[in-house]
């Protein structure tokens, strides 16, 4: 079973920057498309940014040129570096990855954007 574990969430002032990792367990990290999402109270999840594995990216319009998604195959980590947050990025953000069809999800960590 892959266990996708986040860490790297907390509070930040407006204008902050965090910068959130997954580490992924198992031997196929490499070819896994991995993303991440958010879900703030009474939202839905969303999609925030997504690498796959020949580290081509997509991100969100609403954090286009502020967050940026990046992989270590050597370490099965990805990571979501998070610049000039806003109190609207508050939310609980998920680590998923996987392949079509066999995706797992991570336990989240909440990123809290206030003064």
């Known amino acids: 079973q892959v266990q996708l574990v986040e860490s790297g969430g907390g509070l930040v002032q407006p204008g902050g920057s965090l910068r959130l990792s997954c580490a992924c367990s198992g031997s196929f990290f490499s070819i896994y498309t991995m993303a991440w999402y958010r879900q703030a109270p009474g939202n839905q999840r969303d999609l925030v940014a997504t690498?796959?594995?020949?580290?081509?990216?997509n991100y969100a319009d609403s954090v286009k040129g502020r967050f940026t998604i990046s992989r270590d195959n050597a370490k099965n980590t990805v990571y979501l570096q998070m610049n000039s947050l806003k109190p609207e990025d508050t939310a609980v953000y998920y680590c998923?990855?996987?392949?079509?069809?066999?995706?797992?999800w991570g336990q989240g960590t909440q990123v809290t954007v206030s003064s």
């Open positions: 998923n990855g996987g392949l079509p069809g066999r995706d797992y």
């Open positions: 690498i796959f594995r020949g580290g081509d990216t």
